[in-house]
């Protein structure tokens, strides 16, 4: 495997320098079932020597876990990174399947400082609001963070799961540096408002599961009959039931794709994530997820495969055909107040 360094691109206009892939790493310590940490930290470290530099955490993974997790990393390479993290999802502990959003602004002060304690970091690169509170302004939101950055408490904010107005109207308060949404080859629903209106303002895409959480490179195909009962995918409607199988069909143009190329499955999926970048005219920095150091070498090296246009056109109907949604409650996402 080369050690080829993968390509920088500029989060957004006036943005952090990045390379053209993150590391989304929530499954380290959260959701996705036991971890071995030592693996997981030879990953992180593996991954900046591959050129990522962008890694993504958020105040609710594990409850402040995950942070935590990625303390020691960031203190040995403060430098050499751009650290992402959020903040407005709370889990009960007493009920982890619920969640409730706040995006007031004494709970984002409050925020922002216990995750800057638990990063062991005194500046948070870029700060995004995770989901959006309908009962608050986004101006107000906005202006929060924008306080948050003169305080130098934050360097650039960011936003996820926000409609193409909401973009808008948080931008004109404050420049919001990049939205953080899931796209993906079974998840396009923002190509039709929120990729248009970053493109408009010079907001870069971070878009997460970019591999469909798994589901794209044919690593499982039914959740609930081969994942652990502590995997959370098994609570989403796409990956389970009737609706899987009829998604792992789905994959038989990806399937055709990847042999042409020489690839895997994960990378004609990324491939189609990064290319979007040139088909719709803004920086897109997907961050794939892992806990392998093998799986972060065969994510960075996507970066190099071109699809064609008749690739291109053999995978664009799969979207379309995808049953289930991404979430049991799609409220929390910019589809669901679309």
Not at 2 to 25: F, H, S, Y
Not at 308 to 325: R, S
Request: charged share 25%; glycine share 10%; hydrophobic share 40%.
């Amino acid at each position: 495997m080369t050690d080829k360094a993968i390509a920088k691109v500029r989060l957004g206009t006036g943005g952090p320098e990045v390379g053209v892939q993150g590391l989304g790493c929530m499954g380290m310590s959260f959701a996705y079932g036991p971890t071995d940490t030592d693996q997981a930290r030879a990953t992180l470290d593996r991954a900046l020597e591959l050129g990522v530099t962008l890694y993504d955490t958020a105040d609710v993974y594990g409850m402040g876990e995950n942070e935590k997790f990625l303390a020691p990393f960031v203190k040995a390479h403060r430098d050499e990174i751009v650290l992402a993290t959020k903040f407005a999802l709370a889990i009960d502990p007493a009920e982890p399947t619920k969640r409730r959003i706040d995006n007031s602004p004494a709970y984002i002060r409050a925020s922002v400082d216990a995750s800057l304690r638990r990063l062991g970091t005194d500046v948070i690169d870029l700060y995004y609001m995770h989901r959006r509170d309908p009962n608050v302004p986004i101006e107000e939101t906005a202006g929060v963070l924008g306080e948050l950055v003169a305080a130098g408490k934050v360097k650039h904010i960011g936003l996820s799961e926000v409609t193409g107005p909401e973009l808008r109207a948080a931008h004109a308060v404050h420049p919001v540096a990049a939205v953080q949404s899931e796209w993906s080859l079974f998840s396009r629903d923002i190509e039709r408002g929120v990729v248009p209106a970053a493109a408009e303002l010079g907001v870069a895409l971070v878009p997460y599961s970019p591999l469909g959480r798994g589901f794209l490179t044919g690593s499982f195909v039914s959740a609930d009959k081969e994942l652990g009962e502590d995997d959370f995918r098994r609570r989403q409607p796409r990956f389970t039931g009737d609706n899987a199988t009829a998604n792992a069909a789905l994959l038989a143009p990806v399937r055709s794709v990847a042999e042409a190329h020489g690839a895997s499955l994960g990378q004609v999926a990324l491939a189609w994530v990064q290319q979007q970048a040139d088909i719709h005219g803004l920086p897109v920095v997907p961050i794939p997820g892992t806990r392998k150091a093998t799986r972060v070498e065969e994510n960075t090296a996507a970066t190099r495969i071109t699809l064609t246009e008749n690739d291109l056109a053999a995978l664009e109907p799969i979207a379309a055909g995808v049953a289930g949604d991404r979430y049991a409650d799609m409220s929390f996402t910019s589809a669901g107040r679309e």
